[in-house]
T-cell receptor, first 113, second 112 residues
Framework: QKEVEQDPGPLSVPEGAIVSLNCTYS??????FMWYRQYSRKGPELLMY????GNKEDGRFTAQVDKSSKYISLFIRDSQPSDSATYLC?????????????FGEGTQLTVNP | DVKVTQSSRYLVKRTGEKVFLECVQD?????MFWYRQDPGLGLRLIYF???????EKGDIPEGYSVSREKKERFSLILESASTNQTSMYLC???????????FGPGTRLTVT
């Protein structure tokens, strides 16, 4: 069983829709939770970062972490065609983990004009 | 501006060849990483290094080795390339006080 599970999609939505992307994880030692965005033929870039449980908002993006359920989400409001990309969740923490990240498989999102 | 560069965007090699993938970062970061990315499997850590001449195995080190002789440069070596090493290879770096990993653009390697 993978430590981090993420539905790979693909997910296709119309412009302006609210998008919900999710990951579940099994390692309760994870404390740092991130979302990376990867455009086609590019490397991933950090989009959002959250420490422990709670919400964090940045413009049209909201990241949520529920450690009790081992579940994290990324919401995109008023989605735009420029949001079309693969979104990867990533997690870090635990004794001996150092600076290693564990990534989800990534969800491919297409926002149609 | 933060920059991680990789020596090639696309590479085609034959089975059995020795392959070098190079990564250079200009941020004076201590930590550097090599991942491979495959459909259905996501990003998997091959090796990482937290200092010059230091290296640690990641989740899938078999068939790979690494070299870090200078702080800014981290090389991934495929001693004898095999077809199952056809993949996208991504390099990343990270500073000591930061949670963010900065990725290069990737090298798509095809082994025939």
């Amino acid at each position: 069983q993978k430590e981090v599970e993420q539905d790979p999609g693909p997910l296709s939505v119309p412009e302006g829709a609210i998008v919900s992307l999710n990951c579940t994880y099994s390692n309760s030692a994870f404390q740092y939770f991130m979302w990376y965005r990867q455009y086609s033929r590019k490397g991933p870039e950090l989009l959002m970062y959250t420490y422990s449980s709670g919400n964090k908002e940045d413009g049209r993006f909201t990241a949520q972490v529920d450690k009790s359920s081992k579940y994290i989400s990324l919401f995109i409001r008023d989605s735009q065609p420029s949001d079309s990309a693969t979104y990867l969740c990533a997690m870090e923490g635990g004794v001996g983990s150092g600076s290693r990240l564990t990534f989800g498989e990534g969800t491919q999102l297409t926002v149609n004009p | 501006d933060v920059k991680v560069t990789q020596s090639s965007r696309y590479l085609v090699k034959r089975t059995g060849e020795k392959v070098f993938l190079e990564c250079v970062q200009d941020m004076d970061h201590e930590n550097m990483f090599w991942y491979r990315q495959d459909p259905g499997l996501g990003l998997r850590l091959i090796y990482f290094s937290y200092d010059v001449k230091m290296k640690e195995k990641g989740d899938i080190p078999e068939g790979y080795s690494v070299s870090r002789e200078k702080k800014e440069r981290f090389s991934l070596i495929l001693e004898s390339a095999s077809t199952n090493q056809t993949s996208m290879y991504l390099c990343a770096s990270r500073g000591p006080l930061s949670y963010e990993q900065y990725f290069g653009p990737g090298t798509r390697l095809t082994v025939t």
